[in-house]
């Protein structure tokens, strides 16, 4: 199962409200999790279950969809929001990433 | 706190070995299923292997498939991948992650590197 996201990169301000897409080439149900991850480190679990909140994280971010259609969103930037972001299927091993959707600074 | 800790990385040469081991502490690594996840340099995430808590259900990606190997050790609370005939390609930053298709991965070791090079 391939997924695309998008965009690839963005540039956004603090305090902007974000969206990222990622979408399968088939259906995979609600089997979908975001990670953010930073230069050098490891990624961190968001969002499981297409719309679970990982215990820890704050609430800006919020995570929908189902089948083939998903978004990652974040409702108000802060500082340390700018990461890669990818998502992952795990609607059947391998489970696969997206190929990543980098936040900058603008 | 919950903790992953890997070992095990390092240089090796085009069709050679090395055995990966993560050691777990702060969850009960015993009930978890476990992952091993790649990331070659500037790339994106590659799921590699994964073990349920009982050994009795293993999954590769078919690109190492034939030539790593994924076990563990429950009383130890450690994970393993021995990896063989490594290429080039290998070559990636090699973390274990806990977690199954409904929990997503969690939690994450720091990495450890992989470097396969004559």
């Known amino acids: 199962i391939q997924l695309t996201q998008s965009p690839s990169s963005l540039s956004a301000s603090v305090g902007d409200r974000v969206t990222i897409t990622c979408r399968a080439s088939?259906?995979?149900?609600?089997?979908l999790a975001w990670y953010q991850q930073k230069p050098g480190k490891a990624p961190k679990l968001l969002i499981y279950a297409a719309s679970t909140l990982q215990s820890g994280v704050p609430s800006r971010f919020s995570g929908s969809g189902s089948g083939t259609d998903f978004t990652l969103t974040i409702s108000s930037l802060q500082p340390e929001d700018f990461a890669t972001y990818y998502c992952q299927q795990l609607n059947g091993y391998p489970y696969t990433f997206g190929q990543g959707t980098k936040l900058e600074i603008k | 706190e919950v903790q992953l800790v890997e070992s095990g990385g390092g240089l090796v040469q085009p069709g050679g070995s090395l055995r990966l081991s993560c050691t777990a502490s702060?969850?009960?690594?015993?009930?978890?299923?476990m992952n091993w996840v790649r990331q070659a340099p500037g790339e994106g995430l590659e799921c590699v292997s994964y073990i349920s808590s009982t050994s009795s259900s293993i999954h590769y990606a078919d690109s190492v498939k034939g030539r790593f190997t994924i076990s563990r050790d429950n009383a130890k609370n450690s994970l393993y991948l021995q990896m063989n005939n490594l290429r080039a390609e290998d070559t990636a930053v090699y973390y274990c992650a806990g977690g199954d298709f409904w929990s997503g991965y969690y939690p994450w070791g720091q990495g450890t590197l992989v470097t396969v090079s004559s």
């Open positions: 088939q259906g995979i149900s609600s089997y």
């Open positions: 702060g969850f009960t690594f015993s009930v978890s299923s």
